[in-house]
C-alpha cells in the first residue's frame, strides 16, 4: 500500500487523539482515586507560562483539522476554545475525531504540492508545499502538544506512560 498524504494525516491524527482520550479516561479515574477536582488537572501546566492541560486538547485539535483543512481547502469545524472540564475536553476530541472521518481520501489528491502558508511568528509567513507543511509543521506540532499533554499528566501523578501514548498498533 502506498504512502499517500492521506495515510500521513487521518490515521495519524486519529492515533494521537485516541491517545489523548486515553489520558481523559485515566484523569477521571486519578481524580476520583485521590479525591482531588478533575478541573485541577485540567488547568495543569508544565509551566506558567506554558497552556494547560485543556490548552494542549485545544491545540492538538485544532492542528488535526487545519492540517487537513490547509492541505484539502474543505472548511473546517469552529471550536470555541473554552473547555474546563474532562466532559468538554472529550467532547472536543469527539468533534475532531468526527470532521477527520469525514474527510474522503480523494479530497488529499495533489496535496502533496498544495502551497500552504502559515505564520512563522513575528509577522512572517511562510509558504510551502503540502508535503513539507505536513512533515515540517503540522506532525510536529501535533505531537508537540500531545506529547506536552502527557507530561502535564506525569508531572501531576496522573499514571500515564509510553504504552498510553503509543497506543494499540492495530
Do not use: W
Amino acid at each position: 500500500m502506498p504512502l499517500t498524504m492521506y495515510r500521513m494525516t487521518v490515521p495519524v491524527f486519529q492515533r494521537g487523539l485516541s491517545a489523548m482520550k486515553t489520558y481523559l479516561d485515566k484523569v477521571e479515574v486519578f481524580a476520583e482515586e485521590k479525591k482531588i477536582d478533575s478541573s485541577i488537572l485540567v488547568a495543569g501546566r508544565l509551566n506558567p507560562d506554558m497552556l494547560s492541560l485543556a490548552g494542549q486538547y485545544q491545540r492538538a485539535t485544532d492542528t488535526s483539522k487545519f492540517a487537513v483543512v490547509r492541505l484539502t481547502g474543505l472548511e473546517a469545524p469552529r471550536f470555541e476554545d473554552n473547555e474546563t472540564t474532562i466532559s468538554e475536553l472529550r467532547e472536543r476530541v469527539a468533534k475532531a475525531e468526527a470532521f477527520l472521518a469525514s474527510v474522503a481520501q480523494e479530497a488529499f489528491n495533489g496535496s502533496e504540492e498544495r502551497e500552504v502558508t502559515i505564520g512563522a511568528g513575528g509577522g512572517v509567513n511562510v509558504t510551502m508545499s503540502g508535503v513539507e507543511y505536513l512533515a515540517l509543521s503540522a506532525l510536529p506540532n501535533f505531537y508537540f502538544h500531545v506529547t506536552t499533554a502527557h507530561a502535564i499528566l506525569r508531572e501531576q501523578g496522573v499514571p500515564v506512560g509510553k504504552r498510553d501514548y503509543l497506543g494499540p498498533y492495530v
